[in-house]
Nanobody, 117 residues
């Protein structure tokens, strides 16, 4: 069974920073792509950033320059560094892991990020 456990969410003031962590049960080399998604109240879940097993990254256009995704293979953990946070970044952030063959798609339980003064 694959488990993805997010941590690091919380309440932060506008302009502040947070680092989210996604710890996987077992090696993250099993996954072709790992990523972070977010879902704000009343909105659809959207991609924030993703990183391949080879280290290639992809970001939502609106977040480039503020968010950085990274991975620590030794710790089986993927991170999302979020800087210059804005109230519109408030959402539940989910970790995702995808394996292309055989196909599988895993989600964490989510961590709440609230940006407010």
């Amino acid at each position: 069974q694959v488990q993805l456990v997010e941590s690091g969410g919380g309440l932060v003031q506008p302009g502040g920073s947070l680092r989210l962590s996604c710890a996987a049960s077992g090696s993250i080399f099993r996954f072709n792509v790992m990523g972070w998604y977010r879902q704000a109240p009343g909105k659809q879940r959207e991609l924030v950033a993703s990183i391949t097993s080879g280290g290639s990254t992809n970001y939502a256009d609106s977040l480039k320059g503020r968010f950085t995704i990274s991975r620590d293979n030794a710790k089986n953990t993927v991170y999302l560094q979020m800087n210059s946070l804005k109230p519109e970044d408030t959402a539940v952030y989910y970790c995702n892991a995808v394996r292309w063959y055989p196909g599988a798609d895993y989600w964490g339980q989510g961590t709440q990020v609230t940006v407010s003064s």
